[in-house]
């Protein structure tokens, strides 16, 4: 199929209006959206982006009031977390009602809403009229786009529309809460922190899963956010030995930068999330063998920014 690419958000929603999947920007990563209420155009994501099929997917919103149209009730502490953070880079994990597709949730009796704040994710979500689901748009196994181009790097001809937009702002993929339970859980670390959840209900825990300050070794389902190329963590620069075919990541210069094919030092956490992703597709596109990647405290955004290291280090 040929892929239309269009800066236009309305063009676009009438791809999801047809049934047909889109991928559009939202302010953590570039999604792969549908129409959730449409279990062919579902199966469309799955397909396009080799997904398995055990594997749920989040829906978009751009009002809180579409929470009614998939939900069966907000739990207390959701509310809450929804007046702090909605629009932003959070998704809870709340009651799924009986309109919205199993396929849409692989079978769960529950769903990953989130509201973008990115203003053409949003001019795009107000276009379609309804709720859209939406995995990150790579191909499985290759890390979250945050360009147009990284996109049809992976599904140029496999889906039927990418928006043009500008790179993502944060990078990476948006902090997932659990709302089921008494206490909010954080099964995956994102750009809303800890620490800023904390502040709004002072039980939240993070997951053993999502805890990357008791690490174990990485099952396999972890690989699939890693590059080709083997990634190596160093807490401190001057320790790396490059090989002849190197990258190094992080916040300080290792001494001997030459020996790199590429570097990037970040000034901050932020701008590290930011061009995290990015940096490993160009660095598997020169064939770079070695990723090195300085390691971060785990404080703010760096429990998130160690969460994608640790699980793209096979470590
Ligand atoms: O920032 C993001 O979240 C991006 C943008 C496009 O919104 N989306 C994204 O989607 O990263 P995806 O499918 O790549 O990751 C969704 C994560 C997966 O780890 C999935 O297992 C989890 O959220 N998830 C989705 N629905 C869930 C549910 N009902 N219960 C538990 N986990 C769920
Ligand atoms: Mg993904």
Known sequence: MKTKITQSPSIAARFI?????????????????????????????????????????????????????????????????IGAFFPGPLTLILPKNERVPSAATAGLKTIGVRMPKDVVARQFLRACGMPVVAPSANL???????????????????????????????????????CMG?????????????????????????????DTSNPKSPGMKHRHYAPKAKVMLTPFP????????????GLESPPNTAAFKRILICKDFEE???????????????????????TVSEEGLGLALMDRLRRASHS
């Not at 320790?239 to 990541?249: C, E, G, K, R, W």
Request: proline content about 5%; hydrophobic content about 35%.
């Open 17 to 81: 209006q047809h049934g047909e999947v889109v991928a559009f920007p939202t302010e953590t990563v570039y999604g792969l959206g549908a129409n959730i209420f449409n279990e062919e155009a579902i199966k469309k994501i799955f397909f396009a982006k080799d997904r398995p099929a055990d594997n749920p997917l989040i829906a978009h919103i751009y009002d809180v009031s579409q929470l009614d149209q998939i939900t069966s009730g907000i739990p207390a502490n959701a509310a809450k977390l």
């Open 182 to 210: 008494d206490k909010p859980v954080i099964l995956r670390a994102g750009a809303v922190t800890l620490e800023e959840l904390l502040k709004v209900i002072p039980q939240t825990e993070v997951s053993n899963e999502a």
């Open 272 to 294: 590290y999330a930011h061009e995290l992703f990015h940096f490993f597709r160009e660095c598997d596109k020169e064939e770079v063998e070695t990723i090195y990647c300085q």
């Open 140 to 178: 499985s196994g290759r890390s979250s786009p945050t360009t147009w181009q990284e996109v049809r790097d992976d599904l140029d001809g496999r889906i039927s529309c990418i928006i043009k937009g500008d790179q993502t702002k944060i990078g990476l993929e948006s902090t997932v809460v659990d």
């Open 238 to 249: 001057q320790y790396t030995v490059p090989l002849n075919s190197s990258a190094y990541i």
